[in-house]
């Protein structure tokens, strides 16, 4: 089984800054691109930003210029960097990995338990 374990997240005052870090264990072949999604209450879970294997990164509009997401091969983790929070980005953030278990597998898709990020006012 891959299991994938989130932490950073908690309470900032708005213009504050939160580091969220996943790590994926078991039995892992490959990771293809991890991500970070988030959910606001009543809303649906929505991507943040997303990273290839060799480093390519694609951002919501949203958090471009606030938001940075970055990863560590050899440990199977990626970390989101956020800064200027806003009252609007409050939501439980996810991590996703697109895990391959065995040599030609296919890619399965795996989510962490979510993290909550507040941001007040």
């Known amino acids: 089984q891959v299991q994938l374990v989130e932490s950073g997240g908690g309470l900032v005052q708005a213009g504050g800054s939160l580091r969220l870090s996943c790590a994926a264990s078991?039995?892992?072949?490959?990771?293809?691109?991890m991500g970070w999604y988030r959910q606001a209450p009543g809303k649906q879970r929505e991507l943040v930003t997303v990273?290839?294997?060799?480093?390519?990164?694609n951002y919501a509009d949203s958090v471009k210029g606030r938001f940075t997401i970055s990863r560590d091969n050899a440990k199977n983790t990626v970390y989101l960097q956020m800064n200027s929070l806003k009252p609007e980005d409050t939501a439980v953030y996810y991590c996703?990995?697109?895990?391959?278990?065995?040599?030609?597998?296919?890619?399965?898709?795996?989510w962490g338990q979510g993290t909550q990020v507040t941001v007040s006012s």
């Open positions: 996703n990995a697109a895990v391959r278990l065995v040599f030609r597998g296919n890619e399965r898709d795996y």
């Open positions: 078991g039995r892992i072949f490959s990771i293809n691109d």
């Open positions: 990273i290839s294997s060799g480093g390519t990164t």
